[in-house]
């Protein structure tokens, strides 16, 4: 029926759709903006003739020919000159009807014209690919146009040459040959499109066209329309294989928004959110809703919400101040922290769970890998892909070493800078961390600091908002209660403990509280700046160089903000400042700090040395250099025995102090039981 309906010449067709307002208006304007291409959106073209618009999905290599000519024949009209400049209009289709899940793509699809959407974690820098091969005879000297199609460069079989006709050899001439720019991208499905427990799968796409390269880029979401095509990988030697690999030849691609796409709450969800936002109780509830199957922790699952909802971002003219929080769970080993995190990454919308090693090449951040084909790919890592979510972080002191550097720009710039391999590219990943680490020790020793207890390096500890110390300590009344909600959980195999608010209002709710933007109140920026000023005053007169920092306050603001959020506040209120100082000083506490004194020496948690730790650091080490100014070398026990006697600091103190600069690299042991200063 459809056929009979394209009777009609569809280049004309097409020409007729172009004559609509819109698109002549489109037409007009290519000359404007040098385009060569002309975009056409499939609804209006469905809208305009079903059976054509048929035509192109199931036969897009000729119909989206017929597309190009017709719009270039309405162009001729329009603006005869610019017509005679291009040659020839690209038809980009953009917004098909519906959109095929990529892990469903087969030989159903092959050669139709189709959609999908991903993200991209892979992209290649643009190449050139050769469109028309220019071939010299060397035998006649004629020049051999061969079109290219598919992977390999292809020569002539014979010589154009009608006095010639041999089967060459021929000579590749770049200068004469025509090129258009390439690019090849992998796109991964998203999370929101995963069944709960798979993998996700990739594809692979390929763009061809300058103007459709270098759209997208590693961790953007995409939504590309192309044909489905299958090639035969070559073995070496043997031939190609009988299994065909899929691959998406891009017609169009566009960038989709960052907002992670949970359905709008329906009236009724809405209404359940005001009400929940109502109750006096709502902190509470929503804390008490987070992995209730988990026992006790209430302040880190009271963390936990305030990073689901974040802070607000500040763009100002000159800087971004990032709205994300990222949290740090430092624990013993079996104290639920992997089973917290894996929590966290079900229910915020775009949440991702990750090793420190990550799963892939790429790592936490992003990295420059090698392509089969000896070309370079930049690819995204979990931060970038987790962009404007959440990312899970477990066993983070396990990061590769390549990231131990990156991260610090991605944690507080929330960027990715990469310059590699030829590839220069800078990635968004405002993304909120939270990530778990096992004591270096194995088990938290207390009377260490932070920084001694995690193998990460301060400069990384300090771009968490929060830090929290989980130790498994036997204790009668605890471990009484514990077990017995464990028990419970194995015996019934349901929680002994219900949610308040189930998951999926949960996750509504945070999606939609996202769109508010509290501002501080007076009387919150009051409790927010008298807290920091009395914990500045307290350390200056402590004589202690910086006791509490600008970071800490920023923290405070963005907890303050995101409790507001919990309760769509678009205030916050005094209220929510003093629940952002109490949680602050029990992290700061946790991680080793009395503050009963008000007295917090950051450097004792930040530098892993409080004040009088680094006098004696600095002592030792001035010992050390007045003693080598003696013996050139100094021995380890003539230091140890003079620290001792002359400075009244304890062997064992001596002992510990020692490793710690051998560790860090401050002094280094030319040959056994001797020391020298780096
Ligand atoms: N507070 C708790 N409430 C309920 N279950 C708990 C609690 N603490 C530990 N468990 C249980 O103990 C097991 C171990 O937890 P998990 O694997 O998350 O530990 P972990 O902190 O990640 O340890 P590791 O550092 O060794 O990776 C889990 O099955 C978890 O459910
Ligand atoms: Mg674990
Ligand atoms: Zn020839």
């Given at each position: 029926?459809?056929?009979?309906?394209?009777a009609?010449?569809p280049?004309?067709?097409?020409q007729e759709?172009?004559?609509?307002?819109?698109?002549r208006?489109?037409?007009?304007?290519?000359a404007?903006?040098g385009?060569?291409s002309?975009t056409?959106?499939?609804?209006?073209l469905?809208?305009?003739?079903?059976a054509?618009?048929?035509?192109l999905?199931?036969?897009?290599?000729?119909?989206?020919q017929?597309a190009?000519k017709g719009?270039?024949?309405?162009?001729?009209?329009e603006?005869?000159?610019?017509a005679?400049?291009?040659e020839?209009?690209?038809?980009?289709?953009?917004?098909?009807?519906g959109?095929e899940?990529?892990r469903?793509?087969?030989?159903r699809?092959?050669?139709?014209?189709?959609m999908?959407?991903?993200i991209?974690?892979?992209?290649?820098?643009?190449r050139?690919?050769v469109?028309?091969?220019?071939?010299?005879?060397?035998r006649?000297g004629?020049?051999?146009?061969?079109?290219?199609?598919?992977?390999?460069l292809k020569?002539?079989?014979?010589c154009?040459?009608p006095?010639?006709g041999?089967?060459g050899?021929?000579?590749?001439?770049q200068?004469e040959?025509?090129?258009?720019?390439?690019?090849?991208l992998?796109?991964?499905?998203?999370?929101e499109?995963?069944?709960?427990?798979q993998?996700?799968?990739?594809?692979?796409v390929?763009?061809?066209?300058?103007d459709?390269v270098?759209v997208?880029?590693?961790g953007?979401?995409?939504s590309?329309?192309?044909?489905?095509?299958?090639?035969?990988?070559?073995?070496?030697?043997m031939?190609?294989?009988?299994?065909?690999?899929?691959?998406l030849?891009?017609?169009?691609?566009e960038?989709l928004g960052?907002?992670?796409e949970?359905s709008?709450p329906?009236p009724e969800?809405?209404?359940?959110?005001?009400?929940?936002?109502?109750?006096p109780?709502?902190?509470r509830?929503?804390?008490s809703?987070?992995?209730?199957?988990?026992?006790?922790?209430?302040?880190i699952?009271?963390?936990?919400?305030?990073?689901?909802?974040?802070g607000?971002?500040?763009?100002?003219?000159?800087?971004?101040?990032?709205?994300?929080m990222?949290?740090?769970?430092?624990?013993?080993?079996?104290?639920a922290?992997?089973?917290?995190?894996?929590?966290v990454?079900?229910?915020?919308?775009?949440g991702?769970?990750?090793?420190g090693?990550?799963?892939?090449?790429?790592?936490?951040?992003?990295?420059?890998v090698?392509?089969?084909?000896?070309?370079?790919s930049?690819e995204?890592?979990a931060?970038?892909?987790a962009?404007k979510?959440?990312?899970?972080?477990?066993?983070?002191?396990?990061?590769?070493p390549?990231?131990?550097?990156?991260?610090?720009e991605?944690?507080?710039?929330?960027?990715?800078?990469?310059?590699?391999?030829?590839i220069?590219?800078?990635?968004?990943?405002?993304?909120?961390v939270?990530?778990a680490?096992?004591?270096s020790?194995?088990?938290?020793?207390p009377?260490?600091?932070?920084a001694?207890n995690?193998?990460?390096?301060?400069t990384?500890?300090?771009?968490?908002?929060?830090?929290?110390?989980?130790?498994?300590?036997?204790?009668?009344?605890?471990?009484?209660k514990?077990?017995q909600?464990?028990?419970e959980i194995?015996?019934?195999g349901?929680?002994?403990?219900?949610?308040?608010v189930?998951?999926?209002?949960l996750?509504?709710?945070?999606?939609?509280?996202k769109?508010?933007?509290?501002?501080?109140?007076?009387?919150?920026?009051?409790?927010?700046?008298?807290?920091?000023?009395?914990?500045?005053?307290?350390?200056?007169?402590?004589?202690?160089?910086?006791?509490?920092?600008?970071?800490?306050?920023?923290?405070?603001?963005?907890?303050?903000?995101a409790?507001a959020?919990?309760?769509?506040?678009?205030?916050?209120t005094?209220?929510?400042?003093?629940?952002?100082?109490?949680?602050?000083?029990?992290?700061?506490?946790e991680?080793?700090?009395?503050?009963?004194?008000?007295k917090?020496?950051?450097?004792l948690?930040?530098?892993?040395?409080?004040?009088?730790?680094?006098?004696?650091?600095?002592?030792i080490?001035?010992?050390?250099?007045?003693?080598?100014?003696?013996?050139?070398?100094?021995?380890?026990d003539?230091?140890?025995n003079?620290l001792?006697?002359?400075?009244?600091?304890?062997?064992?103190?001596?002992?510990?102090?020692?490793?710690?600069?051998?560790r860090?690299g401050t002094i280094?042991?030319?040959?056994?039981?001797?020391?020298k200063?780096?």
């Amino acid at each position: 029926m459809a056929n009979e309906q394209v009777a009609v010449d569809p280049q004309q067709r097409f020409q007729e759709f172009f004559k609509k307002e819109k698109y002549r208006q489109r037409i007009a304007q290519l000359a404007i903006t040098g385009r060569g291409s002309i975009t056409i959106d499939f609804e209006e073209l469905y809208g305009f003739d079903q059976a054509l618009a048929e035509q192109l999905l199931n036969k897009p290599g000729e119909y989206l020919q017929h597309a190009g000519k017709g719009a270039y024949e309405q162009l001729r009209i329009e603006d005869a000159e610019y017509a005679e400049k291009i040659e020839k209009i690209n038809a980009r289709i953009v917004k098909l009807l519906g959109k095929e899940q990529l892990r469903k793509l087969g030989s159903r699809q092959m050669a139709k014209l189709i959609m999908v959407e991903g993200i991209v974690v892979r992209a290649t820098s643009v190449r050139p690919m050769v469109l028309q091969a220019a071939f010299k005879c060397k035998r006649c000297g004629t020049m051999n146009m061969e079109e290219q199609t598919g992977q390999f460069l292809k020569a002539p079989a014979i010589c154009q040459a009608p006095d010639c006709g041999r089967d060459g050899p021929f000579e590749f001439i770049q200068e004469e040959s025509t090129f258009i720019d390439s690019q090849d991208l992998r796109l991964q499905e998203k999370p929101e499109d995963l069944p709960p427990g798979q993998l996700p799968r990739t594809l692979a796409v390929k763009l061809v066209g300058d103007d459709i390269v270098d759209v997208a880029r590693p961790g953007d979401h995409v939504s590309i329309v192309g044909i489905v095509r299958a090639f035969a990988p070559s073995l070496m030697g043997m031939g190609k294989l009988r299994t065909f690999i899929l691959q998406l030849d891009a017609n169009s691609a566009e960038v989709l928004g960052k907002e992670p796409e949970t359905s709008p709450p329906t009236p009724e969800e809405e209404e359940k959110i005001h009400a929940l936002s109502k109750d006096p109780w709502v902190h509470r509830k929503i804390t008490s809703s987070i992995a209730p199957s988990i026992f006790g922790y209430e302040h880190i699952k009271e963390a936990i919400m305030y990073l689901l909802f974040g802070g607000v971002a500040k763009s100002l003219p000159d800087i971004n101040i990032r709205g994300e929080m990222n949290a740090l769970l430092i624990g013993d080993p079996g104290t639920a922290k992997s089973q917290l995190l894996q929590y966290v990454a079900r229910i915020a919308p775009r949440g991702l769970y990750t090793s420190g090693r990550g799963t892939t090449a790429a790592g936490l951040t992003a990295a420059v890998v090698r392509e089969k084909g000896g070309s370079m790919s930049l690819e995204a890592g979990a931060l970038v892909l987790a962009d404007k979510g959440i990312a899970c972080i477990d066993e983070m002191d396990k990061m590769r070493p390549e990231d131990r550097v990156a991260i610090h720009e991605a944690m507080e710039q929330h960027t990715v800078s990469v310059a590699k391999g030829g590839i220069v590219a800078t990635l968004n990943a405002r993304t909120a961390v939270l990530a778990a680490a096992n004591p270096s020790l194995g088990r938290y020793e207390p009377n260490r600091t932070v920084a001694e207890n995690v193998p990460l390096p301060v400069t990384i500890l300090s771009r968490f908002d929060l830090i929290f110390v989980l130790r498994d300590v036997p204790n009668k009344e605890a471990d009484g209660k514990m077990s017995q909600h464990i028990l419970e959980i194995h015996r019934r195999g349901v929680s002994p403990v219900e949610a308040p608010v189930d998951a999926e209002l949960l996750r509504k709710y945070v999606g939609y509280a996202k769109g508010i933007k509290p501002v501080l109140s007076t009387e919150a920026i009051k409790r927010l700046s008298d807290f920091y000023l009395a914990m500045r005053a307290a350390s200056e007169t402590e004589g202690s160089p910086v006791a509490i920092t600008a970071r800490q306050l920023e923290s405070l603001v963005r907890i303050s903000e995101a409790r507001a959020r919990v309760a769509l506040r678009k205030e916050v209120t005094g209220e929510d400042a003093e629940a952002a100082i109490v949680i602050m000083k029990r992290s700061l506490e946790e991680v080793g700090i009395d503050l009963s004194s008000y007295k917090v020496d950051i450097d004792l948690i930040m530098t892993g040395r409080s004040k009088s730790i680094r006098d004696r650091l600095s002592i030792i080490l001035s010992v050390l250099m007045d003693m080598e100014k003696v013996t050139g070398i100094v021995e380890k026990d003539a230091l140890v025995n003079e620290l001792e006697t002359t400075h009244k600091i304890p062997r064992a103190e001596v002992e510990r102090m020692i490793s710690q600069l051998l560790r860090e690299g401050t002094i280094y042991e030319p040959r056994e039981g001797c020391l020298k200063k780096t």
